[in-house]
Protein backbone atom coordinates (compact mmCIF):
# COMPACT_ATOMS: atom_id res chain seq x y z
CA UNK A 1 0.00 0.00 0.00
CA UNK A 2 0.86 3.16 -0.70
CA UNK A 3 3.24 4.74 2.14
CA UNK A 4 4.15 1.64 3.89
CA UNK A 5 7.76 0.29 4.17
CA UNK A 6 8.82 -3.05 2.18
CA UNK A 7 11.64 -4.84 3.28
CA UNK A 8 14.14 -7.35 0.85
CA UNK A 9 15.53 -9.42 2.86
CA UNK A 10 18.57 -11.07 1.47
CA UNK A 11 18.74 -13.92 3.81
CA UNK A 12 22.17 -13.98 4.26
CA UNK A 13 24.85 -11.72 5.97
CA UNK A 14 27.63 -9.80 4.03
CA UNK A 15 31.10 -10.18 4.62
CA UNK A 16 34.00 -8.47 3.19
CA UNK A 17 35.12 -10.48 0.48
CA UNK A 18 31.44 -10.16 -1.56
CA UNK A 19 30.21 -7.53 -3.42
CA UNK A 20 26.16 -6.41 -3.20
CA UNK A 21 24.07 -4.86 -5.84
CA UNK A 22 20.78 -4.23 -6.52
CA UNK A 23 18.85 -3.18 -8.96
CA UNK A 24 15.01 -2.06 -9.91
CA UNK A 25 14.37 -1.96 -13.80
CA UNK A 26 18.18 -2.87 -14.70
CA UNK A 27 19.35 0.18 -12.89
CA UNK A 28 21.67 -0.16 -9.76
CA UNK A 29 20.14 1.65 -6.60
CA UNK A 30 21.81 0.43 -4.51
CA UNK A 31 25.61 -1.55 -3.62
CA UNK A 32 28.34 -2.39 -0.69
CA UNK A 33 31.48 -2.76 -2.06
CA UNK A 34 33.75 -5.90 -0.60
CA UNK A 35 35.38 -3.87 1.75
CA UNK A 36 32.95 -1.78 2.59
CA UNK A 37 34.53 1.22 1.74
CA UNK A 38 32.10 2.30 -0.27
CA UNK A 39 28.12 1.86 0.14
CA UNK A 40 25.60 4.07 -1.89
CA UNK A 41 21.81 3.84 -2.33
CA UNK A 42 20.05 5.85 -4.84
CA UNK A 43 21.51 9.10 -6.10
CA UNK A 44 24.42 7.76 -4.32
CA UNK A 45 24.96 4.89 -7.19
CA UNK A 46 25.94 6.35 -10.52
CA UNK A 47 23.80 6.30 -13.19
CA UNK A 48 20.90 5.96 -10.74
CA UNK A 49 18.15 8.51 -10.74
CA UNK A 50 16.30 10.44 -8.07
CA UNK A 51 13.29 8.02 -8.14
CA UNK A 52 13.95 6.59 -4.33
CA UNK A 53 15.83 9.86 -3.08
CA UNK A 54 15.95 9.17 0.56
CA UNK A 55 13.50 6.38 0.80
CA UNK A 56 16.09 3.59 0.86
CA UNK A 57 18.04 1.94 3.54
CA UNK A 58 20.27 -0.57 2.82
CA UNK A 59 21.75 -2.65 5.33
CA UNK A 60 25.58 -3.47 5.54
CA UNK A 61 25.27 -6.28 7.68
CA UNK A 62 22.83 -8.36 6.01
CA UNK A 63 22.45 -6.37 2.74
CA UNK A 64 18.63 -6.46 3.04
CA UNK A 65 17.18 -3.44 1.23
CA UNK A 66 13.92 -1.40 3.01
CA UNK A 67 12.12 1.11 0.77
CA UNK A 68 10.49 3.85 3.32
CA UNK A 69 6.81 5.76 1.91
CA UNK A 70 6.48 3.64 -0.82
CA UNK A 71 4.49 5.23 -4.06
CA UNK A 72 3.12 3.29 -6.86
CA UNK A 73 5.52 3.70 -9.12
CA UNK A 74 8.21 1.31 -7.23
CA UNK A 75 5.80 -1.47 -8.11
CA UNK A 76 8.11 -3.96 -10.18
CA UNK A 77 10.82 -6.49 -10.19
CA UNK A 78 14.33 -5.49 -7.90
CA UNK A 79 17.18 -7.83 -8.49
CA UNK A 80 20.01 -8.58 -5.61
CA UNK A 81 23.53 -9.75 -7.13
CA UNK A 82 25.71 -10.70 -5.08
CA UNK A 83 29.44 -11.53 -6.25
CA UNK A 84 31.48 -13.96 -4.23
CA UNK A 85 35.11 -14.40 -5.71
CA UNK A 86 34.02 -16.60 -8.82
CA UNK A 87 30.60 -16.78 -8.50
CA UNK A 88 27.77 -14.82 -8.67
CA UNK A 89 24.34 -15.54 -6.68
CA UNK A 90 20.84 -13.44 -7.95
CA UNK A 91 17.77 -13.17 -6.57
CA UNK A 92 14.65 -11.85 -7.59
CA UNK A 93 11.95 -9.81 -5.57
CA UNK A 94 8.53 -8.65 -6.84
CA UNK A 95 7.09 -5.79 -5.13
CA UNK A 96 3.63 -4.11 -5.55
CA UNK A 97 2.21 -1.23 -4.12
CA UNK A 98 -1.17 0.19 -4.49
Known sequence: MEGDTVTMYTGGKTNQQDEMRWYFNDIRIAQITKDLSFICTDV???????????RLK??????????????????GIYHNQVISGNRINHAIFSVTVY
Open 44 to 54: QCKYSDARFRE
Open 58 to 75: LDHQTGSLTITNTETTDS
